[in-house]
């Protein structure tokens, strides 16, 4: 019983550490990275798809995106979703592709994105924390049912607990990281 404690706890911390990883990836630094165009979606024969299920994406250099589409017909559609979205980008569209020129990121911009970056790691540590609380609870109930020891119960919270400071301390590593390549010009 307190194995699969432990088991699920680190799955549900494993969850939260992945969703921080992904919605940092979705933060825009200086540099072009596909990623930053994973939300786009385009119109496609009548349903949404991903920008990337349309066209293929790349970054010819660390300034600018190269959007080459599957199908000609639909250069219109993919540029009509990059300007719905709130990318801050124009497309530039030559008939066979499109073109997206990341701006440069001001100061104060830059300082905002730290914020919204510590606000998704702070989210994340509290996720990480709730799987704490709810391990211990189970741990206190199964102590209470008497289907554990006290010493079984203290040993548990204590690994419950290491596992919890081993996630945070990998929660703020990923969010100094992003905050330190937004700072970076």
Not at 112 to 119: E, F, G, M, P, S
Not at 124 to 129: F, L, N, P
């Amino acid at each position: 019983m307190v194995q699969n404690l432990k088991k699920n706890t680190q799955d549900r911390m494993d969850k939260a550490l992945k969703a921080l990883s992904e919605e940092l990836k979705k933060i825009r630094t200086g540099k072009a990275q596909a990623s930053m165009l994973d939300n786009i979606k385009v119109n496609y024969y009548g349903s949404l798809s991903p920008l990337s299920q349309v066209a293929a994406i790349s970054t010819p250099d660390a300034k600018s995106f190269l959007i080459a589409p599957w199908e000609a017909s639909i250069l219109k559609e993919i540029e009509q979703a990059i300007v719905k979205s709130d990318l801050g980008m124009a497309p530039m569209n030559d008939g066979k592709v499109i073109r997206l020129k990341v701006p440069d990121l001001t100061e104060q911009r830059r300082k905002d994105l730290a914020k919204q970056v510590n606000k998704i790691a702070e989210d994340s540590r509290v996720a990480v924390r709730m799987a704490r609380r709810d391990a211990n609870d189970e741990l206190k109930k199964a102590l209470k049912d008497k289907a554990i020891s006290e010493d079984e119960n203290k040993k548990s919270e204590s690994e419950i607990q290491k596992l919890t400071d081993d996630f945070i301390k990998k929660i703020d590593q990923m969010s100094e990281e992003k905050e330190k390549s937004l700072m970076t010009i």
